[in-house]
């Protein structure tokens, strides 16, 4: 299983752009890359995911550079609402019932 | 649209005493999951299913045992609760049907006194 890296805590300020870099050296090529926020109170919810390059959806992008060894979760504009704690995740396609392990996530706190 | 859906949402057992967590999805999926998350920290894992029929132990599987009752259910018991296992205890699925993520239900709180 590719163990991943985040930091422990962001601070940010509303409309400021967010980025939060997650390490997977050991990534295997069956790996994606998904990343999840939780809100208090609240299971996680998927954000977006990606293989390799840049993938964008309505709420965020993920950067993937070609090595794979790291990934980047960028939150455009953040609003107090962002405040949450974000997970990256690494494991190949969960349909094949792989062994998922959470890392301890990066709590963001969005400031006024 | 249910989803994941979890039961009871919150519970208070007493030392010793026994109980099951229900979970049960509606998406089809072939996979699912027991997490524990203790406050302040992260998820971790308890048992997964990955199909009808098969269970594997996860992360933290002491005290814990599962059944997978058929492709929609799996639930989670404890058999003789003990103070260490108060925590949130979340249920999770996946498949293709999903795009290959993993979806959560809403939690059920449960503390041991």
């Known amino acids: 299983l590719a163990k991943t890296t985040q930091p422990i805590s962001m601070d940010s300020y509303e409309g400021q752009e967010v980025n939060i870099t997650c390490s997977h050296n050991?990534?295997?090529?069956?790996?994606?890359i998904t990343w999840y926020q939780q809100f208090p109170s609240q299971g996680p919810r998927f954000i977006i995911q990606g293989y390799k390059t840049k993938v964008t959806n309505e709420v965020a992008s993920l950067f993937i550079p070609a090595d794979r060894k790291s990934s980047t979760l960028s939150l455009p504009r953040v609003s107090l609402s962002d405040t949450a704690v974000y997970y990256c995740l690494v494991g190949a396609l969960p349909n094949y019932g792989q062994n998922f392990v959470f890392g301890p996530g990066t709590r963001l706190s969005v400031l006024p | 649209n249910a989803g994941v859906t979890q039961t009871p949402k919150f519970q208070v057992l007493k030392t010793g005493q026994s109980m099951t967590l229900q979970c049960a999805q509606d998406m089809n999926h072939n996979s699912m999951y027991w997490y524990r998350q203790d406050p302040g920290m992260g998820l971790r894992l308890i048992y997964y299913s990955a199909s009808e029929g098969t269970t594997d132990k996860g992360e933290v599987p002491n005290g814990y045992n599962v059944s997978r009752l058929n492709k929609r259910e799996f639930s989670l018991r404890l058999e003789s609760a003990a103070p260490s296992q108060t925590s949130v205890y979340f249920c999770?699925?996946?498949?293709?049907?999903?795009?290959?993520?993993?979806?959560f239900g809403e939690g059920s709180w449960l503390t041991v006194v």
């Open positions: 050991n990534i295997a090529t069956n790996d994606y």
């Open positions: 999770a699925s996946s498949g293709v049907s999903s795009g290959n993520t993993i979806y």
